[in-house]
């Protein structure tokens, strides 16, 4: 992948045009406790997708855009981009050695997604509506993935998927809106933002409002609203736009969830499964870098995030999240 990553730079380093464009863009994420020395709760994730700019979103959608109320009238349209993402979410307890599971620990738990988005950029505003089908249970892979993951490390086998929750299908339908509300830039291409957000997601496996923002500070600041991240994190942005042949910018942000379900720790709606009880509000501070050369944009984010459940073991949980993006 590195390999790959260094050529895509190269191309583009030689070709400025084609990142400025923007055009379409493959994009990449991946997160996992072992950045933050652990192996508990949500343990892994990663996410590929695809976006298309507003050249190539099909007619159809287009349509379908005119029809939603908080996206620009029609006679204000703005830029539309669609895509499609594949991802897994993996969750497992405290300890991954004990069997059977600890009952007040985190159930195991897996998700296998299909994420279809549509977002709307006008000025310093960008909506974004998502749909999320997918499976959780044993159809979802998740515990053949760690399984097999671990047999190639000398990570320790974990013991109790055989007790994960069950299959059952998901549904999500979520929106949210990013607002870039303060910006100052200054001689030599410095500068800094604050983007406000706020969304709400509404289905299987989660059920939430959040708010929060983001501030940005580097240089030839890349128009974006932060880093990508995995549901149900804040989303972030899949492409972006560029200043300046090369640019970065670190940021710090917060996000807050009022949790109405959580079927990875309420468990399932339609069968019986393990459940713990939950917190109802579930807070994230999360710290990084980004930077970008041409169309290839690279990151890396830290997340602190609070309690989720009551048999949760003190302290934030901590994971990292690495994502690329190659636009062409």
């Known amino acids: 992948m590195l390999g790959a990553t260094a050529a895509c730079m190269l191309l ?6 084609l990142a400025e464009r923007g055009v379409d863009a493959l994009h990449f994420e991946f997160e996992n406790d072992l950045f933050a020395g652990e192996d508990r709760y949500y343990t892994n994730g990663f996410r590929i997708g695809w976006t298309r700019s507003e050249e190539r979103v ?17 006679e204000e349209r703005g830029r539309l981009k669609s895509a499609i993402h594949l991802g897994q979410n993996m969750y497992t307890p405290e300890d991954i050695e004990r069997s059977p599971p600890d009952p007040d620990d985190r159930p195991y738990a897996g998700w296998l997604y299909l994420n279809f988005s549509l977002a709307e950029d ?13 499976t959780v249970g044993p159809a979802s892979l998740a515990g053949r993935t760690q399984e097999e993951v671990h047999s190639w490390s000398s990570a320790p086998q974990p013991q109790g998927w055989d007790d994960q929750i069950g299959n059952e299908a998901t549904l999500m339908v979520g929106y949210e809106r990013h607002l870039r509300g303060y910006s100052h830039h200054a001689e030599g291409g410095w500068g800094w933002d604050l983007t406000p957000h706020w969304g709400v997601t509404v289905g299987s496996p989660f059920t939430f ?16 609203y932060g880093p990508p991240r995995i549901n149900p994190a804040l989303s972030g942005s ?21 949790m109405a379900y959580d079927l990875f720790l309420d468990g399932p709606l339609f069968r019986d499964g393990p459940s713990v009880d939950k917190h109802p509000a579930v807070g994230e501070f999360t710290a990084g870098f980004v930077f970008h050369v041409g169309g290839v ?18 302290g934030a949980a901590e994971f990292g999240s690495l994502h690329a993006t190659w636009q062409f």
């Open 12 to 17: 583009l380093c030689a070709s400025p045009a």
């Open 58 to 74: 099909p007619p159809w959608l287009q349509r379908v855009a005119d029809t939603l109320p908080y996206f620009i009238d029609r």
């Open 122 to 134: 006008h000025g310093d505003r960008r909506d974004r509506l998502q749909v999320t089908v997918g």
């Open 209 to 224: 409002a959040n708010a929060g923002a983001i501030v940005r500070a580097g240089r030839n600041l890349p128009r974006d």
């Open 238 to 258: 899949h492409t972006f736009e560029t200043t300046g042949p090369v640019g970065g910018y670190l940021f710090a942000g917060v996000d807050t969830r009022l």
């Open 297 to 314: 944009r690279l990151g890396y984010t830290h997340v602190w995030r609070s309690r989720e459940f009551s048999g949760q073991a003190k």
